[in-house]
């Protein structure tokens, strides 16, 4: 717990800093991470905002990323079983390191625990760090001590379990493709959206090959 | 009101209500295989694209930003080594603040 706390503080710092030094308030930075508060979809909008894209483009981006919350949701709800008014805090909670944590617990109390423990720490720390870094972020300048490294590492890092699968790296290598040609020729957060057309195709053609034996 | 206020606050509403439906929509369409093995796939695309246009592209145009290209390469170096994350972002920041500051 205590490593994913640091984690989500060092990170929280970056978002903040690199989100004011691309254009964004205070405020506006502290209202994506508390309500938001997924940091890939973070991350994707706030780049695409300080490349000077569309509003349409960082939000489709946004929701696209955001979308595998939903599946997220459905695992976990599957063990907690959240009631009533639970289930909207339950909700906001669901990302990337609590679906992991959560489902990592073999009982029901164990994931129940986990997944309130790892929330509960991810989004104060998360939420302290963006404050911390958005503060101190205009009077520094990010790419000094290298923050715009950390996103893409951290990105990097989260697809990185799915590279030693055969699908995933075809996807990952098809998606990287289709984004360095639409750099130059399409405006910024396009070729992003187009990479997920590649996955969209790859869903679609395993499923009708394979019917289920080609696995996840 | 703002463009930019705006886009946050459609974003941030939107990714909300997709993790409420997910939550609340349990055994329902979401937990068709092909829509799920398609979800699977869809942060392993998104995701590699952003890296790449992170690293390769600033303002519509191809720029390779070689000092955060050697912070990620050192990060992936990390992973390799099968360390854990905060160890990965030291590295990316660490590689990419040195190597800008000697170029």
Known sequence: ?216 | MSATWITILVASIGCYGLKLAGVSLSDSLLNHPRVQQTAGLLPVAMLTALVVTDLFGANGRYSADWPALAGVVSGAFALVLRRSLVTVFLIAIAVTAAVRALT
């Open chain 1, 1 to 216: 717990m205590a490593g994913i706390g640091l984690y989500a503080a060092m990170f929280g710092v970056t978002f903040g800093a690199v989100s004011v030094g691309s254009g964004l308030s205070v405020g506006q930075t502290m209202v994506l991470s508390a309500v938001l508060f997924s940091g890939a979809s973070q991350f994707a909008l706030i780049g695409i905002i300080g490349a000077g894209g569309s509003p349409y483009a960082a939000v489709s981006t946004a929701l696209v990323l955001g979308l595998r919350n939903a599946f997220y949701g459905v695992a976990v709800s599957h063990s907690l079983r959240p009631r009533g008014i639970r289930r909207f805090l339950t909700a906001q909670l669901v990302i990337d390191e609590t679906t992991a944590m959560t489902l990592a617990q073999p009982l029901p109390r164990g994931r129940r625990y986990a997944f309130w423990a790892t929330g509960a720490t991810l989004f104060v720390l998360w939420n302290l760090g963006s404050l911390v870094g958005a503060l101190a972020g205009s009077s520094i300048n990010p790419s000094t001590f290298g923050l715009d490294a950390a996103a893409p590492a951290i990105f990097l890092a989260l697809l990185w379990p799915q590279l030693s699968r055969g699908q995933g790296r075809s996807v990952a290598l098809g998606s990287a493709l289709v984004a360095l040609a639409l750099i130059a020729i399409t405006p910024a957060g396009l070729p992003v959206i187009a990479a997920a057309g590649v996955a969209v195709a790859a869903g679609i053609g395993s499923a009708r090959r394979g019917a289920g034996a080609e696995g996840r």
